[in-house]
């Protein structure tokens, strides 16, 4: 491979192994060097996740990287320091501004400090939170941190730390806002943040000069829990990260699930997720625009969409038994098999929602004050969409080709035809209309699929305890609002050694400052509903 | 007697179910206690008023949220009931639906809330989270149920509930709100602080 020899050439010491993707293993002092030399020189520019793991005798973090050409030609990069006191990596917010949000994570969650990031503070837990939850570590009893109903202050303190010449670590503090800064609060209590999302909001009369996203409060330690768990009980805590696509998120984990465990799935079980994941991201995409209408003060919008989507919810019910949150995917298949009246309920489904589409952007889309809002406003490049990792529809939206159905088709999409919804503006308005589009896209989809579902067992047989063998597995599927990626590492146990999401929401939230600064505070309502973030699925 | 007389809009009294709560606290303590002719008619109106207008707020942590969307929404549309309009400000709504979990970081945001809801106001927990941690009561960082940080009037369990179960805890809040003696209280407690200040007016004399 010549990867391989180039980086031997530069790091003789890097250790390799062929895994699921190939794996580089560095010492922590040369990794800065092999990611700038991967980043800038071989076009790795889309660094996927970056996960930190507690190894038992060191700390680490794992980088799993892409090229944004074809977002799944995967590297990934290996570090750890033995130093569990005080551990310090490098930090890679230089080259991939996606890093810097996921290295306050693992800094808040696993106590790794990384050097060189401009902003040290934890990301989802008070800063007066005793302990680092991901390690093996932790001490989980109440008594350490028990619940308060008194607020505590937020830490304003940007803390970095970076070498000096003489190549000591110095520390330095810069305030968050200046003291002449004018600081307006948006949430974590506002109906247009979509959930509990808290912004401050710097402004310069009604221009915005800085947004500071604080996040965590909903953040429910899922990836601590599902370390005690085995595999079939952590699925339904899938459903409950992005609950506007539970099918599709439970699909990612069943996937890696099976492909490590090497389970097959019949073809009418890849047929029924296929579309079971279309329709998920209708409704998703339907509730997305109603939601942006909504916050943009299109009350009869939001009706007209939470209506249709209660076709597909019939549809979901009679077959899973539920409405949001269906427990449907199980390790090796599907719960239970379609419903007799599925296929008639999904053809007539198909020509209805063309039709109320027209009406859709009548009464919407060519609004002469919505398209004011969001014409030229909250512009993304391609490339910053790249570097902040910003997939889904926003991502599509500037330009980044980045639909893992279309790259790496997984479940039924390598046999059907269908577009991929690129646009170039980059703007709220390019990201509301993919949207539509790809509602439109995922009814073609549909209507391939609707008569041709193969007969054959729903649910493949499975052990009764599933064990994964030792090794690091990662999925990713196309979820509604992005690449959701699943990152299992297993020692042989029937509960994983650590897991990870790879929400697409998380790059969402990232990019909210860099692309309303200088738009005015009305806009930034209608920036977050063109990205439509979750919120439970960032904090998870 | 039962929990009778509760007009409740579409559905028959004998439908309603775990009424037990509002038997031994509001009707059996009216019975002993009696209720002013004048005062308990003026209370009966003024609780017709208040349970057909019972304003929620706009308050949603997770996945429970997009339920209580629904129920605002086309199918459901809970202004048939009188639930009328979300609103978006604490100060304007008379009833929270905690819709989610809440997690340690959320908690004095809660309790802030409902601090800064105008009284009288209710609460109402909806779905397993709320009521006490749910599938994520091992957590390290979710509190076991909302009754932990503000007091709850009506528990509504499902992960997320269905449309109608939250119709149906809502409609329960209803009649609690119907057996209120809003007006007697407020006067009863004006007695009681009379009585307080003479006793206290009394000791200072003896202690002089």
Not at chain 1, 315 to 332: K, S
Not at chain 1, 427 to 450: G, K
Request: with cysteine; aromatic share 10%; proline share 5%.
């Amino acid at each position: 491979m010549e990867l391989k020899e180039k980086i031997l050439k530069r790091l003789p010491d890097a250790g390799f192994e062929d895994a699921q993707y190939p794996t580089v293993t560095v010492e922590p002092d040369k990794l800065h060097e092999l990611a700038s030399m991967l980043c800038r020189e071989e076009g790795y520019d889309f660094l996927v996740s970056l996960t930190g793991v507690d190894w038992g005798d060191s700390l680490g973090v794992v980088y799993h990287l892409a090229r944004s050409g074809n977002p799944l030609d995967m590297i990934v990069l290996k570090t750890a320091t033995a130093d569990k006191e005080h551990p310090q990596l490098f930090s890679v917010t230089d080259l991939w501004e996606t890093a810097n949000l996921n290295e306050r994570e693992a800094y808040g969650l696993l106590g790794i400090n990384f050097i060189n990031h401009p902003d040290m503070r934890r990301l989802f837990l008070n800063e007066k939170w005793k302990g680092f939850p991901l390690r093996k570590d932790y001490d989980a009893s109440p008594e350490n941190n028990p619940l308060s109903i008194e607020s505590e202050p937020f830490s304003d303190k940007l803390r970095s730390l970076s070498f000096t010449t003489q190549g000591d670590i110095i520390e330095k503090e810069k305030e968050l806002f200046g003291k002449e800064e004018y600081v307006v609060n948006i949430g974590p209590q506002h109906p247009s943040t979509h959930g509990v999302l808290h912004f401050r909001v710097s402004l310069d009369g009604e221009l915005i000069r800085k947004v500071d996203p604080n996040l965590g409060y909903i953040h429910r330690g899922i990836e601590k829990m599902c370390e005690s768990m085995t595999y079939p009980q952590m699925l339904h805590l899938t459903d409950r990260l992005d609950y506007l696509s539970a099918h599709i998120n439970r699909h990612a984990l069943c996937s890696c699930i099976e492909k490590a465990v090497e389970i097959e799935v019949s073809e009418r079980v890849e047929y029924i997720r296929t579309m079971m994941d279309e329709l998920q991201r209708i409704a998703s995409h339907l509730l997305g625009w109603s939601a942006m209408c909504m916050d943009m003060g299109a009350l009869t919008a939001f009706i007209y969409g939470m209506r249709d989507r209660e076709k597909i919810i019939d549809i979901f019910q009679d077959t899973c038994g539920a409405r949001l949150i269906m427990n449907y995917n199980v390790i090796g298949g599907v719960m239970y098999d379609l419903h007799p009246d599925f296929q008639k309920k999904v053809k007539e489904f198909i020509p209805y929602m063309r039709k109320i589409m027209k009406e859709y952007h009548q009464i919407f889309t060519g609004n002469v004050i919505a398209d004011e809002r969001m014409k030229s406003i909250g512009i993304l490049s391609k490339e910053q969409a790249v570097s902040y990792g910003v997939t889904g529809p926003s991502g599509r939206a500037s330009g980044f080709s980045c639909d893992v159905r279309k790259h790496r088709p997984y479940a039924a999409y390598g046999k059907i035809k269908f577009n991929e919804v690129l646009r170039e503006e980059g703007d709220t308005f390019a990201r509301y209309m993919v949207r539509l589009d790809e509602i439109l896209e995922s009814l073609n989809i549909l209507e391939q699929l609707v008569d041709h579902i193969p007969e054959g067992p729903y649910q493949a047989k499975t052990k009764p305890i599933i064990r994964i063998p030792e090794g690091e597995y990662f999925q990713s599927v196309e979820a509604a609002r992005g690449l959701f990626g699943v990152y299992i590492c297993s020692k042989g146990d029937k509960s994983p050694y650590r897991l990870k999401f790879r929400s697409p929401g998380l790059s969402l939230v990232s990019i909210v400052d860099l692309i309303s600064r200088n738009e005015k505070i009305a806009d930034l309502i209608a920036i977050g509903g063109s990205l439509d973030y979750v919120v439970p699925d960032i904090d998870r | 007697m039962e929990v009778k007389g509760i007009y409740i809009k579409g559905v028959k009294n004998e439908e309603f179910k775990d009424t037990e709560y509002l038997q031994k606290y509001y009707v059996e303590e009216l019975q002993q206690n009696g209720s002013n002719i004048v005062i308990g008619a003026l209370d009966d109106l003024l609780n017709w008023g208040r349970s057909n207008s019972l304003w929620p707020l706009t308050f949603a942590t997770s996945c429970c949220g997009i339920e209580f969307m629904c129920v605002g929404a086309a199918r459901f549309d809970f202004a048939r009931f009188g639930f009328e309009v979300t609103r978006s400000s604490p100060r304007q709504a008379d009833v929270i639906v905690v819709a989610g979990t809440i997690v340690y970081k959320m908690a004095p945001v809660l309790k802030r809330l409902y601090d800064q809801m105008a009284e009288p106001k209710y609460v109402i927990a909806m779905g397993s989270c709320a009521i006490s941690g749910g599938p994520f009561c091992e957590s390290y960082h979710v509190a076991k149920g909302v009754q932990e940080i503000i007091p709850v009037d009506v528990f509504v369990p499902g992960c997320p509930p269905r449309p109608e179960s939250l119709l149906y805890g809502m409609m329960q809040l209803q009649r609690k709100v119907k057996l209120d003696r809003f007006l007697e209280s407020a006067q009863k407690s004006k007695k009681r602080r009379k009585e307080a200040v003479r006793e206290i007016r009394e000791n200072d004399g003896k202690l002089k």
